[in-house]
């Protein structure tokens, strides 16, 4: 399990839903880390994609552990919550699971009891028919292992040594209360870039999860901005 491989496997689905769907190109959305694999995508094989939409979007793994902690603790400090600031102060820019904590609450809209309540999704989980109870140790056991393993490689990642040169439209689709990639650094992004079409649409009320959070607005953005570059012959 590593970034290499894992791109791999994205170009290797992408062709899989080109054949089954009897397309020459699909629409592509990463979110997150998805948006890391969605973007090298984007770069390295633009004739397979009609247009890249990136929510969330990694772009500097280190920038945006230094910008987040920045943002937080100005947040603290205005807000004068003592003990946040204790916290971010003596951690550093170390993005420890106290601090990310912290930008999650400072930065971040109020969290979603429905969407983000760990309690309701293992439920779900644990009494889904399709799955099996070693299904679900093995959903758990893979969750653990996926981060041992892949978190160094993340904090590694630097989207800006793709090049700038974009050979298909590009779409930012960013919450302006993203507390995990922040918007700040996406926007500055988005302005180094060169595409065919380049687009950026804020959701001044979402934070990591758009879709969710504004689920109308992501879906009108989605047919009104990007469906219209789809090529109704086929090809």
């Known amino acids: 399990m590593n970034v290499p491989q894992m791109e791999e496997d994205t170009l290797d689905v992408v ?19 998805g948006s890391v694999l969605g973007l090298w995508l984007a ?28 943002d937080a ?11 946040a600031v204790k916290d971010l102060e003596s ?13 999650a609450q400072l930065l971040g809209p109020p969290a979603s009891v429905e969407f983000l309540d760990i309690k309701r999704l293992l ?10 109870l070693a299904d679900d140790y093995g959903f758990v056991r893979g969750q653990s292992f996926s981060l041992e393993i892949l978190i ?26 993203d507390p995990y990639c922040r918007p700040s650094l996406v926007w500055e992004y988005s302005r ?12 001044d009320n979402s934070g990591h999860f758009q879709f969710f ?11 009104q901005r990007v469906l219209p570059l789809a090529d109704s012959s086929g090809n």
């Open 152 to 177: 160094p490689a993340v904090t590694k990642v630097d989207l800006n040594k793709l090049g700038s040169d974009f050979r298909v439209p590009i779409f930012f689709f960013e919450g302006r209360r």
């Open 43 to 70: 770069h390295e094989h633009p004739d397979i994609i009609y247009a890249y939409v990136g929510v969330g979007q990694v772009v500097n793994a280190q920038q945006n552990e230094k910008i987040a902690h920045q």
């Open 91 to 103: 951690s550093g820019e170390r993005a420890d699971r106290q601090t990310q904590n912290w930008e």
């Open 213 to 223: 959070e504004e689920q109308q607005k992501f879906s009108d953005e989605l047919v």
């Open 123 to 132: 439920s779900a989980l644990v009494s889904a028919s399709e799955y099996s």
């Open 15 to 33: 062709n899989y839903l080109r054949n089954r769907l009897q397309r020459k190109k699909i629409f592509v959305l990463g979110h997150s880390w």
């Open 192 to 203: 180094t870039i060169k595409a065919p079409q380049k687009d950026f649409v804020w959701f």
């Open 73 to 83: 603790l100005q947040a603290a400090r205005v807000r004068h919550n003592e003990q």
